[in-house]
């Protein structure tokens, strides 16, 4: 775990000393914001339509978040010759991975965090209870958390950043359209699919503010499974 | 008197790239405390080599040891043992040297304390000290590879794995390289590599020569000298006929080669004679030549270089198979030596090969 941390440490040091990680942030910052003002602000509504309104669009906006930060973890390092350093000194693949996805997912929850005035502006004209609030946040960083594993393992597999990003892309936009496949299938593939889905099933309990136990235990898996695979395809190249 | 211990041990390696070997059959060891340089061309298998020491490769089968440690059981000891600069120094550009080094000491194990107390004196070690605060990123080549050589040494390891340390560098640096690594030297076994003789000649103990992924020559520049300057080589100023000259030459007992070269002195019909042959040929070849009726102006003993020596051994074109084979000249000798000289060469086609090696990762 010591080497995790200092993993997660350098890289969060990396966050805040490049422009990457800055400029995503307003950019998720100001395509949320646009997207409230658009959606959420616009003719008559109820307070908690406005807020899932709100958390509909930062859910999107986090996933794209998630594989932009993952990118440059390992295939980043793979292309500027330094994963040479964590592959040879004496530390283990899972620890290289886990301080990676906890530097980025800090990361996605700081900037997951500070759009928390979105929200808060509802209470100035209506009404939302604090506990909706919280559970649409923690669906964002549920499936935060899952993006970004999904984007390490495509990461890890890569041996360029543009790879990287595009089979990040193309896995992230399968995991959540499986649900349109899910609908021109016959039961009980369809109800597999669906399930399976990224965000649509699983995500809008989170946003009407409805916590469910298996929903988070799915998102949980996700990340649990492609951070594993992450760390097997890292462990297959270092000796390789 | 007992026998050093040997830090590296490297018994029948052999690499392979899909069905390309690399490396193969390679055997050497090194003992604790010697410098040893690891001498090829381009794709000669040093890198690959030195990263299956670093742990950073697989070996495809074969023992290699380091301190006693198998590489492929105990890759985590291992990876504690060693200081490892690859021929790209593994730096974070936006990161200071100093707190680059603080990451380094701590991702190899030290405390924050002993890294506290550590990368201070590698800062002063490695001259680092007055831009320590500096922005890797900023450094000029030079400074990135001291930086490289301080990641290398920040947790005191036994062994120091250098792979071309010295590429890159214009002079002043070279000269400041050769008294960092020899200031190295007792603290650390360091086994670093160049394709470049003359780079790391006065900076070893002692050379390996690699050819095709095994070792064609080994031992320090003077056994190296005596070894493979086993030839005679005399040069001759003469004047007539140049074919008649070479023929009367060339049929001496015991002469390998006769070519034309550049002669000292001008003069109609004057020409000089480069011979190399087993053993002293002088009197043979001056008695040819006047028996010949070649009027002979001059007749002195030639010098050979090393380094043209081990380019032609680490070539593709010699006939030298091993420490002791005599590196016999053919006719075709000094287009093996260009051909080899161009493949050393800086940024040039063999370079290609490696380059696009390492592209598809298998850089040797």
Same mark, same amino acid.
Request: glycine share 10%; with cysteine; aromatic share 6%.
């Given at each position: 775990?010591?080497?995790?941390?200092? *993993?997660?440490?350098?890289?969060?040091?990396?966050?805040?000393?490049?422009?990457?990680?800055?400029?995503?942030?307003?950019?998720?910052?100001?395509?949320?914001?646009?997207?409230?003002?658009?959606?959420?602000?616009?003719?008559?509504?109820?307070?908690?339509?406005?807020? #899932?309104?709100?958390?509909?669009?930062?859910?999107? *906006?986090?996933?794209?978040?998630?594989?932009?930060?993952?990118?440059?973890?390992?295939?980043?390092?793979?292309?500027?010759?330094?994963?040479?350093?964590?592959?040879?000194?004496?530390?283990?693949?899972?620890?290289?991975?886990?301080?990676?996805?906890?530097?980025?997912?800090?990361?996605?929850?700081?900037?997951?965090?500070?759009? *928390?005035?979105?929200?808060?502006?509802?209470?100035?004209?209506?009404?939302?209870?604090?506990?909706?609030?919280?559970?649409?946040?923690?669906?964002?960083?549920?499936?935060?958390?899952?993006?970004?594993?999904?984007?390490?393992?495509?990461?890890?597999?890569?041996?360029?950043?543009?790879?990287?990003?595009?089979?990040?892309?193309?896995?992230?936009?399968?995991?959540?359209?499986?649900?349109?496949?899910?609908?021109?299938?016959?039961?009980?593939?369809?109800?597999?699919?669906?399930?399976?889905?990224?965000?649509?099933? #699983?995500?809008?309990?989170?946003?009407?503010? *409805?916590?469910?136990?298996?929903?988070?235990?799915?998102?949980?898996?996700?990340?649990?499974?492609?951070?594993?695979?992450?760390?097997?395809?890292?462990?297959?190249? #270092?000796? #390789? | 008197?007992?026998?050093?211990?040997?830090?590296?041990?490297?018994?029948?390696?052999?690499?392979?790239?899909?069905?390309?070997?690399?490396?193969?059959?390679?055997?050497?060891?090194?003992?604790?405390?010697?410098?040893?340089?690891?001498?090829?061309?381009?794709?000669?298998?040093? /890198?690959?080599?030195?990263?299956?020491?670093?742990?950073?490769?697989?070996?495809?089968?074969?023992?290699?040891?380091?301190?006693?440690?198998?590489?492929?059981?105990?890759?985590?000891?291992?990876?504690?043992?060693?200081?490892?600069?690859?021929?790209?120094?593994?730096?974070?550009?936006?990161?200071?040297?100093?707190?680059?080094?603080?990451?380094?000491?701590?991702?190899?194990?030290?405390?924050?304390?002993?890294?506290?107390?550590?990368?201070?004196?590698?800062?002063?070690?490695?001259?680092?000290?007055?831009?320590?605060?500096?922005?890797?990123?900023?450094?000029?080549?030079?400074?990135?590879? &001291?930086?490289?050589?301080?990641?290398?040494?920040?947790?005191?390891?036994?062994?120091?794995?250098?792979?071309?340390?010295?590429?890159?560098?214009?002079?002043?640096?070279?000269?400041?390289? &050769?008294?960092?690594? &020899?200031?190295?030297?007792?603290?650390?076994?360091?086994?670093?590599?160049?394709?470049?003789?003359?780079?790391?000649?006065?900076?070893?103990?002692?050379?390996?020569?690699?050819?095709?992924?095994?070792?064609?020559?080994?031992?320090?520049?003077?056994?190296?000298?005596?070894?493979?300057?086993?030839?005679?080589?005399?040069?001759?100023?003469?004047?007539?006929?140049?074919?008649?000259?070479?023929?009367?030459?060339?049929?001496?007992?015991?002469?390998?080669?006769?070519?034309?070269?550049?002669?000292?002195?001008?003069?109609?019909?004057?020409?000089?004679?480069?011979?190399?042959?087993?053993?002293?040929?002088?009197?043979?070849?001056?008695?040819?030549?006047?028996?010949?009726?070649?009027?002979?102006?001059?007749?002195?003993?030639?010098?050979?270089?090393?380094?043209?020596?081990?380019?032609?051994?680490?070539?593709?074109?010699? /006939?030298?198979?091993?420490?002791?084979?005599?590196?016999?000249?053919?006719? /075709?000798?000094?287009?093996?030596?260009?051909?080899?000289?161009?493949?050393?060469?800086?940024?040039?086609?063999?370079?290609?090969?490696?380059?696009?090696?390492?592209?598809?990762?298998?850089?040797?």
């Amino acid at each position: 775990m010591r080497n995790a941390l200092l *993993v997660a440490g350098r890289e969060i040091g990396s966050y805040g000393r490049s422009l990457l990680g800055w400029a995503i942030g307003a950019a998720a910052l100001l395509v949320e914001g646009l997207w409230f003002s658009a959606n959420g602000l616009t003719g008559s509504r109820m307070s908690a339509d406005v807020l #899932r309104e709100f958390f509909n669009g930062a859910s999107g *906006v986090t996933m794209i978040v998630a594989v932009l930060m993952s990118i440059p973890l390992l295939a980043g390092e793979r292309e500027r010759g330094t994963l040479v350093l964590l592959n040879t000194a004496p530390i283990r693949d899972i620890e290289i991975i886990v301080g990676k996805y906890l530097a980025a997912f800090a990361m996605i929850t700081l900037i997951t965090l500070v759009s *928390v005035y979105m929200p808060l502006l509802i209470f100035v004209n209506g009404k939302v209870s604090l506990g909706h609030v919280a559970v649409g946040y923690t669906g964002i960083l549920l499936l935060g958390s899952a993006a970004l594993a999904i984007g390490m393992f495509t990461s890890a597999v890569s041996r360029s950043q543009v790879m990287a990003a595009i089979l990040g892309g193309l896995l992230l936009a399968v995991m959540v359209t499986l649900w349109l496949v899910a609908k021109v299938t016959e039961p009980p593939v369809n109800g597999v699919l669906s399930g399976m889905a990224l965000h649509h099933q #699983r995500q809008f309990p989170f946003m009407t503010g *409805v916590l469910k136990l298996e929903n988070v235990v799915y998102y949980v898996a996700v990340t649990y499974f492609f951070l594993l695979a992450a760390t097997k395809t890292l462990e297959a190249r #270092r000796w #390789r | 008197m007992t026998k050093a211990f040997a830090v590296i041990e490297i018994v029948d390696l052999y690499k392979y790239y899909g069905e390309r070997r690399a490396v193969g059959p390679l055997s050497f060891s090194i003992e604790a405390g010697e410098i040893v340089g690891l001498l090829g061309l381009n794709g000669a298998g040093k /890198t690959t080599t030195l990263r299956i020491l670093a742990c950073d490769l697989l070996p495809s089968s074969g023992s290699v040891r380091v301190n006693g440690l198998d590489v492929v059981e105990s890759p985590h000891e291992v990876r504690s043992l060693i200081g490892y600069l690859p021929d790209t120094p593994p730096l974070y550009g936006e990161m200071t040297v100093r707190a680059y080094l603080h990451f380094a000491a701590r991702l190899r194990g030290l405390s924050k304390a002993s890294a506290d107390k550590r990368v201070p004196e590698v800062l002063e070690a490695t001259s680092l000290a007055e831009v320590q605060d500096q922005l890797i990123a900023s450094l000029s080549h030079g400074y990135k590879q &001291r930086v490289g050589i301080a990641q290398a040494i920040v947790h005191g390891p036994k062994l120091l794995v250098l792979d071309e340390p010295i590429s890159g560098l214009d002079p002043v640096q070279i000269v400041e390289m &050769r008294e960092l690594l &020899r200031s190295l030297k007792g603290e650390h076994t360091i086994l670093l590599s160049s394709h470049i003789l003359s780079e790391i000649s006065e900076t070893c103990d002692r050379l390996l020569v690699i050819r095709d992924g095994q070792i064609a020559a080994s031992g320090t520049e003077a056994e190296l000298s005596a070894k493979l300057l086993k030839n005679q080589r005399i040069e001759v100023t003469v004047r007539g006929d140049e074919e008649k000259a070479k023929e009367a030459a060339g049929a001496v007992p015991g002469v390998v080669s006769v070519e034309a070269i550049d002669a000292a002195e001008s003069g109609e019909g004057v020409f000089a004679l480069r011979i190399e042959s087993e053993g002293d040929a002088r009197e043979a070849v001056c008695r040819a030549l006047v028996t010949a009726e070649i009027g002979l102006l001059e007749v002195r003993r030639g010098e050979r270089e090393l380094e043209s020596v081990f380019l032609e051994l680490a070539g593709a074109e010699t /006939t030298g198979e091993g420490a002791g084979a005599s590196p016999k000249k053919k006719r /075709t000798g000094k287009r093996s030596a260009k051909k080899a000289r161009a493949s050393a060469g800086e940024g040039d086609a063999g370079a290609k090969d490696a380059a696009a090696e390492k592209e598809d990762g298998s850089g040797t």
